[in-house]
């Protein structure tokens, strides 16, 4: 660790050390069910990512309501990870909750559309402003069928990513930068993906760069979120969004917004706030209640271009490389229903974004009364902080700002005293359920956290 994040490694280490005895001593029945499930799972997960927090072993949830979690041990938690996104507005609504109980009744998957699914078209049709609406399991599907569809629209095979970015685990999708040249993504295996002839990857907010990729015309589609959440809140600077639309329109390229996690930015997401206008649109995650749901629109061009290739011809039936027998399920349907209509509302939005200001100040107040060359970034209902004085330009930079064993100190420090973050970064979410006290509770142990830390 650097001497510029404002914290001497050996301060860190020993926060560290301290917090994971503690842990130890409060969390055995966390460690005994994972130890038993180590017997049939690798690390004793059925998601290798729930192992990624800053602990010797994942805490074992009990239960989850609103914005509290209780553990097997009976600790509790204000939770602002919130499932990664995937419970933004909340755990157990019990609006979801009970159309979810009712619908299962009633039958959860048929293979034949419902009524919902009509209500849910019309409601994404006017939330995100594009006509034409599909249905996934995950947004990895979805942003695997959005980028089939360029390819079908185009005749054109590559896709464009940014460097640090996150659109699930899309092969095409999994490289890096490193030194100019793109890698594969750490911990990516190469495998039978030939990303030389498949994909192209740039850095954030580099116009130039970005023309000089799509200049060939040889670029299906550019995948983008609006701003970059992974690495990092990394917003997109003036006129960027401009150049990308203008340029992605100059060579035929078609634009791909993908709005998993910028959906905290408002009601209609970042593009509706800032006015966006892209070819295809993907939003996973958060519109389900928990239940898994993505769904991906398009304009009536690229819709066109979709039908030609699916249609039934002469009875014959191909599912074209979309979807599964699973996706547009009863279930699924009534959940999204239900939460873009009762949940996901302007209401909501007001709430958490109030919220998400507090936190944002609290977090701001703590690093200035210090003197820290940290920064702290809002969007929507979503805050993070980084080690640097200012929001990284790209990618590339705020990988360089990231201190995986500061980050790890801090996050197991707040985990002990009752308050969680997502454990990949300093990322913070606010959901309906979340409280004034939640967020004070956060800035108190926060201080006393950067008070170990800082002489």
């Given amino acids: ?133 599909q249905l996934a399991t995950s947004a990895t599907d979805a942003n695997r069928f959005a980028i089939r569809i360029a390819r079908i629209a185009t ?29 594969p993504q750490p911990g990516v295996a190469p495998n039978a993906v030939d990303w ?66 910028t959906i905290s930015t408002g009601p209609g997401g970042y593009t509706r706030a800032h006015g966006l206008d892209p070819d295809l649109f993907v939003l996973g995650k958060s519109i389900a209640g928990g239940i898994p749901a993505a769904v991906y629109g398009m304009t009536t061009d690229v819709a066109e271009a979709f039908l030609r290739y699916t249609a039934k011809d002469d009875y014959r039936i191909s599912h074209g490389g979309f979807g599964g027998t699973l996706v547009g399920n009863a279930l699924t349907l009534r959940a999204l229903r239900t939460t873009l209509g009762e949940v996901m509302t302007d209401d909501a939005y007001r709430h958490m974004g109030a919220l998400a200001e507090q936190f944002d100040t609290g977090v701001a107040q703590v690093i200035a009364d210090h003197r820290l060359p940290w920064h702290v970034t809002r969007l929507g209902a979503r805050v993070e902080y980084l080690f640097s004085a200012r929001a990284p330009h790209n990618g590339g930079e705020a990988k360089q700002f990231r201190v995986p064993r500061l980050e790890a100190a801090i996050h197991l420090y707040l985990l002990n005293r009752g308050v969680l973050l997502t454990p990949f970064h300093n990322m913070a979410l606010m959901c309906p359920a979340t409280s004034e006290s939640d967020v004070d509770l956060h800035t108190g142990v926060f201080a006393d956290c950067v008070k170990e830390l800082v002489p």
């Fill in 196 to 261: 030389a002839r498949t994909t192209k990857v740039v850095e954030f907010n580099d116009v130039p760069a970005l023309e000089r990729a799509l200049a060939d015309e040889d670029v299906a589609c550019v995948l983008a979120e609006p701003v970059m959440t992974n690495v990092g809140v990394v917003p997109a600077e003036a006129g960027y969004h401009d150049a990308l639309r203008d340029l992605t329109r100059r060579t035929g390229t078609l634009l791909i917004i993908d709005e998993t996690h």
């Fill in 155 to 183: 005749g054109r095979e590559k896709v464009l990513v940014f460097n640090g970015k996150y659109h699930g685990s899309v092969d095409e999708t999994q490289v890096s930068l490193r030194n100019g040249r793109m890698m």
């Fill in 1 to 133: 660790m650097s001497p510029e994040h404002g914290v001497a490694p050996g301060r860190v280490d020993a926060l560290l050390e301290a917090e994971i005895a503690r842990f130890e001593q409060t969390h055995p029945r966390s460690g005994r069910t994972n130890e038993r499930a180590r017997a049939t799972m690798p690390r004793g997960v059925p998601l290798h990512w729930m192992a990624n927090w800053p602990t010797p072993y994942p805490v074992c949830l009990a239960e989850a309501s609103g914005a509290t979690l209780t553990d097997v041990d009976g600790n509790t938690y204000a939770d602002f990870c919130l499932g990664d996104t995937g419970a933004m507005f909340g755990h157990a609504n019990p609006v979801v909750a009970e159309a979810v109980a009712e619908q299962v009744r009633r039958g959860s998957t048929t293979m034949l559309p419902t009524e919902d699914a009509v209500v849910v078209g019309e409601e994404l049709a006017r939330r995100f402003g594009l006509p034409y609406w």
